[in-house]
DNA sequence: TTAGGGTTAG
């Protein structure tokens, strides 16, 4: 419904509008709640004037007796009484607004002072909607603000508020000539900062007088809302020079940005200005503290500020489990967490995140579980980090109820939750729903952006992936150098060398971004796909950086698929080097030499690994059936339906056969028998996963499979052949990229 | 008869 702010006396011809606004909101809480009436027959209260006896109030119920006592003695018709009866419902933390309003409409013609009361009830209760209709119609019944109007007005303002009337307010404020009242400054830099227009904000703090002390707190915390710490950190700075002595109010937020910066010099000096100037260590400020010295790794002198607290709250906990989460330190954390007397939202979230950091996905589960069990409700960060996880897991039924979640609950979907939503569905494999989500996001960030090209590229969807570059091009986003990490892998994906080639030139040229070592790996990858292992060496020895294992480790993996054992053993010596004890590197040499027939090869290696101790990482799948994760590890027989596992993949066996299948154990370099080397490839992680997730869902159901190690030749035919045989998508996501196996063929294109 | 500012997790 649309609401004109009906300023005529000032703005005749003004075309304000506060189209935005819900008025209606106000009056439907009036329309719709029976109010009950003063209690009339009450004993008598003593002879105390009634005014006196309003600021002695405690509570509602004394309010309605003192209330209805004024009905008897007609002490009501004073607009006196009426007025001390509205502000205490106004002012008071048991006040009732909608007794306020009762009384309110029982005025016909309350002053500024009921006026302001009303519209400061309102913000106090968290209805800014309401104050603003509060307003509207104090203008509208012909009554001008004053300068108290406008602070209790905005205080509560919420984000969109501000951007949709804050230019408007502020024009009224300067029409009305308040703008040099230092309130209604401090209230207008809050107003912008809310908006998001931090440089206004600034414009309005630069042109008042600065010699109030909160006038640079609301601007201090507004470079913190805006993220511009370092603008905080000067402002601190130019106060001490027009010595303007900060309040420990200003200490917080100065300590506060300290900790964002990790900036230890400048949270000192504000920790001696609070001993130096004997500032009562109020639990605000010593919490800053604590965050301060824990966002700076300074866990001792953290929790010798801790320990000594007189008191301690959820805020000062949290942040010494942040402390620790920060630092990897997660049992320490843990230590902490479940020695809380009480737990909040954000600690349960902080606790959550402190393990995905450690990528310890399981006990983010797990913990998620307990908070829920716990009965506290997550929010949109918690929800970022249980779909983070989601993705590692490939947990996609798990994600789709968070999914469900967000959406029942009606929790915001900001971009960090977007983009992990799309991360989540690409990591899952669910390629179609990742674009959903990106289509339906109202702000699509680079991160958002980057996140559609990388996901659909590691899902072998290439040519989709240039396509969304090229979009994000034309919607004028600028692509980072992560950006140009999808886009070469899209490359990669579909073999388009010389489209690569010409990316990679253009990302310095047309972007500026210089190719660090990941977009160099990118390019060996791609041209080593297609063959030309011998430039994709050349990239290698001609990178201005140096050559990590990543970059090695495609060239060896592209050795593998073309057969170049020589070429092979190079890079295989180069990451040995960097990475003594890669595990993985041994056993990529021995499937090449197992494949090229190499067998003393083979067993120089296999001697070296046993001299080392290096040992062969075992096989581990994850497969996700009815909301609960499922690990496989190689021949094992530990998971509770192995059982039935293995007599499944016997009959898997049958059927393939039946199908053309024989087994493929030309990567299998033990020194056994062909029947061994059989029955080892037979006991693969991802088998019995599969056979697993054939036994546990109903027909035409996507298995979806998430593996430690790179996919066997072996597995990957038997994948292909269950796709066709069984009629089933079977989804595998491996060390490094996706294989969705349709009909009985995958999309890598049988390169991987 | 009425005012304002702050801390924790992506």
Not at 40 to 53: E, F, G, M, V
Not at 160 to 188: P, T, W, Y
Not at 706 to 716: P, T
Request: glycine share 6%; net charge neutral.
């Amino acid at each position: 419904m649309p609401c004109s702010i009906p300023f005529k006396t000032h703005f005749q011809s003004s075309s304000l509008t506060f189209a935005s606004f819900h008025p209606s909101l106000l009056c439907k809480m009036i329309s719709t709640t029976t109010l009950s009436p003063p209690p009339t027959h009450l004993p008598s209260l003593p002879q105390t004037p009634p005014l006196s006896l309003i600021k002695t109030c405690k509570s509602m119920a004394q309010l309605k007796q003192i209330h209805s006592q004024t009905i008897r003695t007609g002490l009501i018709s004073n607009p006196i009484v009426r007025a001390q009866i509205i502000a205490f419902c106004c002012k008071h933390e048991l006040g009732d607004m909608e007794y306020a309003r009762m009384v309110f409409d029982t005025m016909p013609e309350p002053n500024h002072f009921v006026w302001n009361n009303m519209i400061k009830g309102y913000s106090r209760v968290g209805c800014p909607n309401s104050a603003v209709s509060m307003y509207c119609e104090m203008l509208e019944r012909g009554v001008m603000p004053d300068e108290y109007t406008y602070p209790f007005l905005l205080k509560r303002f919420t984000r969109d508020m501000a951007v949709k009337c804050g230019r408007e307010l502020h024009d009224h404020i300067v029409k009305l000539g308040f703008s040099s009242n230092v309130f209604v400054q401090n209230a207008l830099i809050h107003l912008y900062s809310l908006s998001g227009e931090v440089s206004v904000a600034r414009g309005v703090f630069d042109r008042s007088s600065k010699s109030d002390v909160v006038t640079w707190n609301v601007m201090i915390s507004g470079y913190n809302r805006s993220k511009q710490f370092d603008e905080s950190m000067k402002l601190f700075d130019e106060m001490e020079r027009m010595r303007v002595l900060p309040s420990s109010i200003t200490l917080v937020s100065v300590l506060s940005a300290c900790s964002k910066l990790k900036d230890l010099n400048v949270g000192k000096r504000v920790h001696r200005y609070v001993k130096d100037l004997k500032i009562e260590p109020v639990r605000v400020l010593e919490n800053a503290l604590i965050d301060m010295y824990a966002a700076c790794g300074e866990m001792d002198t953290a929790l010798g500020i801790f320990d000594n607290m007189k008191s301690r709250d959820v805020i000062s906990w949290t942040a010494i489990v942040t402390g620790f989460t920060n630092l990897g330190q997660v049992d320490l954390a843990r230590k902490y967490f479940d020695k809380m007397p009480e737990r909040d939202f954000v600690s349960w979230t902080a606790m959550i995140d402190g393990y995905l950091q450690v990528n310890q996905f399981k006990e983010v589960l797990t913990l998620f579980r307990e908070m829920q069990a716990a009965n506290i409700k997550p929010d949109e960060f918690t929800m970022v980090s249980i779909l983070t996880a989601c993705a590692h897991l490939g947990a996609l039924e798990l994600g789709e109820w968070i999914k469900a979640y967000i959406d029942k609950n009606k929790i915001k979907i900001d971009s960090f939750v977007g983009n992990a939503l799309i991360d989540m569905y690409f990591n899952c494999g669910n390629v179609e729903k990742a674009i959903r989500i990106f289509n339906a996001m109202p702000h699509r960030d680079k991160i958002s952006w980057t996140a559609v090209i990388f996901g659909l590229a590691i899902n072998g969807y290439g040519e989709e992936a240039l396509d969304m570059f090229s979009q994000m091009l034309k919607a004028s986003i600028t692509p980072d150098e992560v950006t140009y990490i999808g886009v070469l892998c899209a490359c990669t994906h579909c073999g388009m060398v010389d489209k690569g080639k010409k990316f990679f030139a253009r990302m310095t040229t047309q972007h500026g971004i210089e190719p660090n070592v990941a977009h160099y790996g990118c390019m060996v990858d791609l041209l080593g796909r297609a063959g030309h292992l011998k430039e994709a060496h050349e990239v290698i020895k001609n990178m201005p950086v140096k050559p990590n294992s990543i970059v090695w480790g495609s060239l060896l993996g592209a050795c593998r698929v073309h057969k170049d054992e020589e070429m092979a053993e190079m890079a295989a010596q180069q990451i040995l080097e960097l990475e003594p004890e890669n595990g993985a590197v041994y056993v990529l040499l021995c499937n090449i030499y197992a494949a090229c027939n190499r067998w003393e090869k083979l067993h120089e290696v296999r001697k070296l690994m046993m001299d080392r101790g290096i040992k062969k990482t075992p096989g581990c799948s994850l497969i996700e059936m009815n909301g609960s994760v499922h690990e496989f590890v190689a021949g094992d027989q530990v998971h509770p339906q192995s059982k039935e596992s293995y007599s499944k993949l016997d009959e898997m066996s049958v059927d393939l056969k039946f199908a053309g299948y024989s087994p493929d154990t030309s990567e299998v370099f033990l020194d056994i028998g062909e029947e061994e080397k059989e029955s080892a490839v037979y006991r693969h992680s991802e088998k019995l996963a599969i056979a697993f997730g054939l036994i546990s869902s109903g027909p035409g159901v996507t298995i979806r499979i998430v593996k430690n190690l790179r996919m066997c030749v072996d597995c990957h035919y038997v994948a292909k052949l269950v796709s066709k045989v069984y009629n089933r998508e079977v989804i595998v996501r491996d060390r490094t990229r996706f294989h969705h196996f349709r009909h009985g063929s995958c999309t890598c294109k049988d390169y991987w």
